[in-house]
């Protein structure tokens, strides 16, 4: 797909919102789909989480969804929500779209993975018994 597909906005319910497409193609599901704002400072990503029939899709907003109005154009990106891993993402604070919110700049990574992937093979995985370091302190008052 050299060209992003874009589809219309038929209706919004809260988060949840229909998306009329072109006859012959239908975002696949969990595409991450876009929604540009004029200022085109704003972003509104959605994940496509149903085919209704028709060329429609449900997608659910990971932002809010005020200012959005019906006929607004959504572009297709072809891939999943993916988020930045790796060293560069320690100690930093994102979003569910992988955005910086600590205001530390820009998260520097080589990697993006989607957020939605396969659990790691049984060969994979630790079986010994370690400490979880989180960074998450925790008080417990009786």
Do not use: C, Y
């Not at 998306?19 to 012959?24: E, Q």
């Not at 149903?50 to 072809?78: C, F, I, K, Y």
């Not at 630790?126 to 960074?135: A, I, K, R, V």
């Amino acid at each position: 797909m050299t060209e992003k597909e874009i589809g219309k906005i038929t209706q919004i319910i809260g988060p949840v919102i229909d998306i009329r497409f072109t006859a012959g193609h239908l975002p696949a599901m969990l595409n991450a789909l876009t929604i540009d704002f004029e200022d085109e400072r704003t972003q509104i990503v959605l994940e496509v989480a149903q085919h209704l029939g028709e060329n429609t899709v449900r997608a659910v907003a990971m932002q809010s969804t005020d200012g959005l109005v019906r006929g607004m154009p959504v572009a297709d990106t072809g891939r999943p929500i993916s988020v930045p891993v790796g060293p560069g993402t320690l100690g930093r604070i994102m979003n569910v779209v992988g955005k910086p919110v600590d205001e530390a700049g820009p998260i520097e990574s080589k990697r993006l993975n989607p957020i939605h992937r396969p659990a790691p093979s049984f060969d994979e995985q630790e079986t010994t018994t370690e400490m979880l370091e989180t960074g998450i302190k925790v008080i417990d008052l009786l």
